[in-house]
């Protein structure tokens, strides 16, 4: 079948499959602190890493919500990753609460201190990225018109990662059970990897040679 964007229900599609078809999707659960120093937790699945040297990571904000504004006006956020065993407090953390009114406490998570940036980690995350801001945007459509959406473009300057997650030198997202988002009200856990070469690299993978 094919429809135009924004006409699913027109086609017969109850439910915008965009969002299933664009998946599994990383899960930035990020944390900021607003202008009165109190904190804030939210998950947000336009997520991804964008760039090696240096590190560079953005989130889409569908909307101008807390997560987003701290970020824009102190420069500053924190990436924890998302695991099948906070599943439960990630979600409770994207309740629309009032301002001021703290998701680390109302999910029951316990704060951590950065190293290099003001707003707190999740303590139980296996990994956590302090963040500053480099780039921040309203996001526009094809006729110029502002859709209310904001990118945050953000550079790691820190890396938080919990030593049992570690192995060999290597993040064990197995161990750490990563999860992502797969579209409706749909997650999944990372349960089973498998390695392989660019055509260019040659030979054989092996444990600690040079990531793809």
């Known amino acids: 079948?094919?429809?135009?964007?924004?006409?699913h229900r027109a086609a017969g599609l109850p439910h915008d499959p965009l969002k299933a078809i664009v998946a599994p999707r990383p899960i930035g659960w990020i944390s900021t602190l607003d202008g009165q120093g109190?904190?804030?937790?939210?998950?947000?699945?336009?997520?991804?890493?964008?760039?090696t040297t240096p590190a560079i990571c953005c989130f889409g904000s569908d909307g101008w919500k807390?997560?987003?504004?701290?970020?824009?006006?102190?420069?500053?956020?924190?990436?924890?990753?998302?695991?099948?065993p906070l599943f439960e407090a990630m979600n409770a953390s994207s309740a629309a609460l009032s301002?001021?009114?703290?998701?680390?406490?109302?999910?029951?998570?316990?704060?951590?201190?950065?190293?290099?940036?003001?707003?707190?980690?999740?303590a139980a995350s296996p990994a956590s990225l302090e963040c500053r801001v480099v780039h921040a945007m309203e996001l526009k459509d094809v006729d110029g018109r502002a859709t209310g959406g904001h990118l945050v473009i953000g550079?790691?300057?820190?890396?938080?990662?919990?030593?049992?997650?570690?192995?060999?030198?290597?993040?064990?997202?197995?161990?750490?059970?990563?999860?992502?988002?797969?579209?409706?009200?749909?997650?999944?856990e990372v349960t089973e990897l498998f390695s392989a070469l660019r055509p260019t690299d040659g030979g054989s993978y092996a444990p600690g040679q040079r990531d793809l």
């Open 99 to 122: 301002d001021g009114e703290s998701e680390f406490e109302h999910a029951g998570l316990e704060r951590a201190a950065c190293r290099l940036v003001k707003p707190p980690r999740v």
């Open 155 to 188: 550079q790691v300057v820190g890396v938080h990662i919990a030593d049992w997650a570690l192995k060999e030198g290597r993040f064990d997202m197995l161990a750490a059970r990563t999860i992502a988002r797969c579209g409706y009200r749909d997650y999944t």
């Open 38 to 51: 109190r904190a804030n937790l939210a998950p947000y699945s336009f997520f991804n890493m964008i760039q």
């Open 66 to 84: 807390h997560t987003a504004a701290n970020a824009i006006a102190s420069g500053e956020f924190v990436v924890n990753l998302a695991t099948r």
């Open 1 to 7: 079948m094919f429809y135009e964007a924004g006409t």
